[in-house]
Nanobody, 127 residues
């Protein structure tokens, strides 16, 4: 069974950092572009960042540019989202997603082609 499993969320103070992980289970995540999305309470889902299967292409939403960094480790079948300078507006459930027809583009908000979503990990930024 193909699954994406996010981890690394938690409570962090404003200005702090977290690293989220998205592990592939039952398939080789390296073969796919992967995106990170989030959904805050009462708000629509927002695309944050994506990375190509090779890792050579990454894109970011303006809201997280220069604060978040996406990367991947093929040896661990995992994609990461390093988040820094967190603020309360970053509080949300964070999801990773992928699919055979999902491609990382400058329009990071698009989930076109996504077949698989993780269950999400909650990030709470609060003092």
């Amino acid at each position: 069974q193909l699954q994406l499993v996010e981890s690394g969320g938690g409570l962090v103070q404003p200005g702090g950092s977290l690293r989220l992980s998205c592990a592939g289970s039952g398939f080789t995540l390296d073969h796919y572009d992967v995106g990170w999305f989030r959904q805050a309470p009462g708000k629509e889902r927002e695309g944050l960042s994506c990375i190509s299967s090779s890792g050579g292409n990454t894109n970011y939403a303006d809201s997280v540019l220069d604060r978040f960094t996406i990367s991947r480790d093929s040896t661990k079948n995992t994609v990461y989202l390093q988040m820094s300078s967190l603020n309360p507006e970053d509080t949300a459930v964070y999801y990773c997603a992928t699919g055979s027809n999902y491609y990382c583009s400058g329009y990071v908000d698009s989930s076109y082609g996504v077949d698989y979503w993780g269950k999400g990990t909650l990030v709470t930024v609060s003092s």
